[in-house]
């Protein structure tokens, strides 16, 4: 198991790098740095300017420097607010993860269980009802179910039943005036975004889920069990759930990585300055210091879970381990 830890570590570092490489590159081509001396008539200046950001270096020269302060933690200077990039990315992240990690967990305890009961349950109405309902979410965008949960289940509410605010929030984590987690008001607050985060997600999640334990269901170890009288709930849960996870694992790594580089439309539509604002904002701006610090950070938390699920391969199933 540890050889098999170094080598997935191993490969995980030199693809971060290649990434770190073709991420720099791209922004350096699409973004102009100097965009706003473009009309500046004053050359020295312009000339200035160029030199204090290393613009006046080969481009991998440039890509040396800023490798090695990134590593050092030092991460540049937005050019739109003057704010360090790092002070910018942190509180965004841990905004972002209020999000994430309710989210996460709520989804992935909903599809597997409505995925699991689907397959062994195939063809019934339970089974006819979840896939209705999963295909159903599936066809709603975020940006539309945010705005009709914002619709139907807080201003409506307000004015069916004459209520002099809204039943639940839906601008930022907080109230004015509120701080801290434990507490109503954040949890009212965070339950529309979660919602809007979690409704695809437990869709998609689900038919995988479902298809992989059919599939399970029906392999010879697993009709040997239960030819052998080996008790139904067992052949599930300890034959077929286990396996059944692989392919799972690899779809919900890659969404769980993309989605720490910031949920752009619920945080939009909510207004939560996490790291889908801090992207949106820098994009506008043109901020290339910000962009590329969001794009190396988006990268390494894909290349991350990509990692985690190689990890949960090889402890899911032996073989893996072997390759």
Do not use: C
Request: glycine letters at 8%; aromatic letters at 12%.
């Amino acid at each position: 198991m540890v050889a098999f830890l170094i080598r997935r570590l191993g490969y995980s570092v030199l693809v971060l790098l290649v990434a770190s490489i073709i991420t720099f590159i791209g922004i350096r081509d699409t973004f102009n740095p100097l965009a706003k001396y473009a009309f500046s008539k004053d050359r020295t200046a312009v000339a200035r300017a160029k030199h204090s950001l290393g613009l006046d270096k080969p481009l991998m020269v440039q890509y040396g420097t800023f490798l090695g302060k990134f590593v050092k933690g030092d991460w540049g200077t937005s050019a739109r607010t003057g704010d360090s990039v790092s002070s910018m990315i942190r509180p965004a992240m841990l905004n972002t993860l209020q999000l994430i990690i309710p989210g996460i967990l709520i989804s992935l305890v909903l599809a597997i269980t409505l995925g699991i009961y689907s397959a062994i349950k195939q063809y019934s109405f339970g089974d006819y009802a979840f896939t209705g309902l999963s295909f159903l979410g599936i066809s709603m965008p975020p940006f539309w179910f945010g705005l009709m949960a914002i619709e139907f289940l807080a201003i409506k509410p307000k004015e069916w039943f004459g209520m002099s605010n809204t039943p639940l929030s839906f601008i930022g984590l907080h109230t004015p005036g509120h701080t801290g987690v434990f507490n109503g008001d954040y949890w009212q607050h965070l339950l529309l975004p979660v919602l809007t985060l979690t409704i695809q997600s437990i869709a998609e999640w689900s038919r995988y889920q479902r298809a992989s334990m059919l599939d399970v269901m029906s392999l010879d170890y697993v009709r040997t069990a239960t030819a052998k009288g080996v008790p139904r709930r067992t052949v599930i849960l300890k034959h077929g759930f286990r396996n059944a996870l692989i392919p799972l694992v690899s779809v919900v790594a890659i969404d769980i990585g993309a989605l720490f580089g910031g949920l752009v439309i619920t945080e939009q539509i909510f207004s939560i300055p996490g790291m889908g604002k801090v992207f949106v904002d820098a994009l506008n701006a043109g901020d290339t210091q910000v962009l590329l610090i969001w794009l190396l950070v988006t990268a390494f938390f894909i290349i991350l879970f990509n990692l985690i699920a190689d990890l949960a391969y090889g402890l899911l199933d032996p073989r893996v381990r072997l390759a």
